[in-house]
């Protein structure tokens, strides 16, 4: 599977703050690739889309969601959903809040498994630009590697020599180090739910 765009969640209650936020992003582009937007007016609108939609389900790359919507914790429960209920631990998550006081930041950061937090009153186009930026690259350099271990296991499982496989993928040095260290139980959470990445693919550099 090639990637034609990359799809990012936006999840928020306010109809203007899903308006203006496609909006800035519509021109956005990572690796040459324009992003494709799916919007979700609450936690149970967002569920069913994850559970519905193939794409948003096997290769999410972005999500921002707020926190109040269906009451104070919705946000942050959709994102126990994904993380925990889907075994998503790739999708980059972004916690994205009109109400700070409700959600302080470094309760939810050490609390939630998020990749970022902000307010709404920061979130400019250049902010957004940067986040989506940034967020995409790492979500593909999370899942090559997460794909490249996977194809070591598959390797040794079908009796590959241990040592030729290592050696054949040498130039991945820091995930055969982690390979070697953890083993191939370590990284098996990590891998439901992204086939997305069980194929190769080499973008083109923005």
Known sequence: MFFKEWPI???????DVLAVSKLA??????????????TAASKADAIRLVNDNAEVACSLAVAFLDVVMENDKAGLELCNYIRNDTGN???????????????????????????????????????????????VRQYLSSGTALATVELLNNQMAAGGARQKVLYAVSSVGGLVRLYQSSGPNSVAPYWSGVASFRTWFSPRRA
């Open 25 to 38: 992003m519509k021109n956005f582009a990572v690796y040459g690739l324009p992003l494709k937007i799916y």
């Open 89 to 135: 631990k790739l999708t980059q998550i972004f916690i994205r809040t009109g109400q700070p006081g409700l959600a302080p930041e470094r309760d939810i950061v050490d609390k939630y498994d998020i990749n970022g937090y902000f307010t709404k009153v920061e979130a400019t186009e250049d902010k957004l630009y940067s986040l989506i930026k940034s967020a």
């Open 9 to 15: 969640l936006l999840v928020d209650d306010e109809p």
